[in-house]
């Protein structure tokens, strides 16, 4: 009994009234109010990244942030990497700091506004960082974004949080039914590799879109 109370307070999303845009997500860069911040490349992303042999895979990282990933990427001899966030200033320092690299391409704006076509996105705290009803948003362009048999690859908090998000919170009973009529659920299961802040919060998800 204790269980099934334990996972019914775990799938009560918290979701939140302030318009979490362009404004928002820059005041918090400029604040550097970044405490989801790892510091470094996630480590299940990583380890997933070392597997991977073909290296002008089109790859997409939204809400970058920071983009460890996309600078593991780029260390790793990835020639294809897009990222893509809301916030001006980190854009800006983004440009300035990969400015001449032929092998990676920052975008300023909108992630449900992008258009183009990818091999494999990268999921690092990205769906946690919007709305809660936005993710059937969400799910609908990652299937629009992605080529036939193209993968969604990354962690989802398998947890709740207390406060008013972002991040927002949530559970797999939840995010399953999300994904299954655009994705075959290659892997969907407790992270057994976290940053170790987040262990045993996280699930690690490898999603494969369906042929049309």
């Known amino acids: 009994m204790e269980k099934e109370n334990n996972d019914t307070e775990k799938c009560c999303v918290v979701t939140c009234d302030i318009p979490l845009?362009?404004?928002y997500w820059n005041n918090q860069y400029e604040a550097k109010a970044t405490g989801w911040d790892l510091g470094e490349v996630s480590p299940p992303l990583k380890t997933y990244i070392d597997q991977l042999t073909k290296k002008d895979l089109r790859i997409l990282i939204p809400g970058c942030g920071n983009t460890y990933e996309a600078d593991y990427l780029l260390q790793q001899g990835f020639t294809n990497i897009t990222v893509i966030d809301i916030a001006p200033i980190?854009?800006?320092?983004?440009?300035?700091?990969?400015?001449?690299?032929?092998?990676?391409?920052?975008?300023g704006g909108d992630f449900f506004e992008h258009k183009a076509e990818y091999d494999l996105v990268l999921e690092q705290t990205f769906f946690c960082a919007i709305n809660p009803p936005l993710r059937k948003d969400y799910v609908a362009k990652m299937n629009e974004l992605l080529a036939t048999g193209g993968k969604l690859v990354g962690v989802l908090f398998d947890r709740e949080?207390?406060?008013q998000g972002p991040p927002f919170g949530g559970c797999k009973c939840q995010y399953e039914p999300m994904f299954t009529m655009s994705f075959d659920l290659k892997t969907f299961e407790l992270c057994h590799n976290s940053f170790v802040k987040r262990k045993d919060t996280e699930l690690f998800i490898i999603l494969q879109k369906k042929a049309e």
Not at 92 to 97: D, N, P, R, S, V
Not at 99 to 107: A, H, K, V
Request: proline share 4%.
């Open 21 to 23: 845009g362009e404004t």
């Open 90 to 107: 980190l854009v800006a320092e983004l440009k300035e700091k990969y400015l001449g690299n032929p092998n990676i391409n920052i975008i």
């Open 161 to 163: 949080f207390e406060h």
